[in-house]
């Protein structure tokens, strides 16, 4: 990745001006939208009440009802400070600047899993043996599911929240990489490229423009006609481009009406999991 983005320097260059870029998008505190920072926190809500739905479902085998009140004596105070400091450095950062991707939640799960176990114990399960079978088979259930087949095609849902919370949107991330290069290659080079995809996993502009950095890439923050084109990225040798874009990278809704009526002749190069490709070809 690194040596496709030009080398470690344009790399580092690169991944630091991404997250200074994520920050001031998501986070309140920095000039980010309160809607933004209102979706960033439920999605981490969601990424972590997956991670631990296996211990969850242990909680249908209770002997008793849990109260919250009593929960406080399942830790003596000196370990309630151990996770504290364990769990607020990585809350902060989760909920309170930038995450959009569930393995920045990760390292919030040991402890939090700790404290379920700990809550479970003291809550007396009435079997183990029923509890944790039902766990393993909750977690191998959820990790496996066809999320895809119920997605949204024009915004993210929670269906898309849960797949990318489990092993398969590798696969249909590395599916899409191999199908937009491919169709990348019935471009010329020299047509700038307008991005009006922000999902978080690629093809979007944070990806294109580090795993193609010899294409010409214009950012739109969405596919309203009112939104004017955000950034352009360019290699170094490359002119700013004097002409509008000729090709668009698109959700799975395809090419947006006004763009469409403008360019009658785009016709669609390549399309994947809810991305399309489209271009005005010669």
């Not at 944070?206 to 739109?220: A, G």
């Given at each position: 990745m690194a040596e496709s983005a030009g080398g470690w320097t344009q790399f580092r260059s690169l991944s630091r001006e991404n997250y200074l870029w994520a920050i001031r998008t998501t986070s309140l505190f920095f000039g980010g939208s309160p809607q933004l920072h209102y979706f960033t926190i439920r999605e981490n809500g969601f990424f972590i009440v997956f991670g631990l739905l296996g211990l969850v479902t242990a909680f249908a085998f209770l002997r008793r009802?849990?109260?919250l009140r009593r929960l406080a004596s399942v830790l003596p105070s000196h370990d309630w400070l151990l996770f504290a400091a364990w769990l607020l450095p990585g809350m902060t950062a989760v909920f309170l600047l930038h995450s959009n991707k569930p393995g920045y939640v990760l390292l919030l799960i040991p402890p939090l899993a700790l404290l379920l176990t700990k809550a479970l114990s003291w809550l007396e399960?009435?079997?183990w043996t029923a509890a944790v079978a039902a766990g393993l088979l909750m977690t191998a259930a959820v990790q496996n599911l066809p999320y895809e087949r119920w997605m949204r095609k024009d915004l993210p849902d929670i269906f898309y929240l849960a797949l990318r919370s489990t092993p398969g949107i590798l696969r249909h991330v590395e599916r899409n990489q191999?199908?937009?290069?491919?169709?990348?290659?019935k471009?010329?080079?020299s047509s700038p490229i307008e991005v009006f995809r922000t999902y978080n996993e690629g093809p979007n502009i944070?990806?294109?423009?580090?795993?193609?950095?010899?294409?010409?890439?214009?950012?739109?923050l969405s596919e309203d006609t009112t939104t004017f084109p955000h950034t352009t990225y360019r290699p170094a040798e490359e002119p700013v481009p004097n002409h509008p874009a000729t090709a668009w990278l698109c959700t799975g809704t395809g090419l947006p009406a006004w763009v469409a009526k403008q360019h009658p002749r785009a016709q669609r190069i390549t399309e994947g999991l809810h991305f399309q490709l489209y271009a005005e070809l010669p």
């Open positions: 009802p849990p109260r399960v009435r079997s191999e199908r937009l290069a491919a169709g990348l290659e471009i010329p080079r944070s990806t294109v423009r580090v795993d193609f950095p010899k294409r010409i890439w214009i950012s739109r």
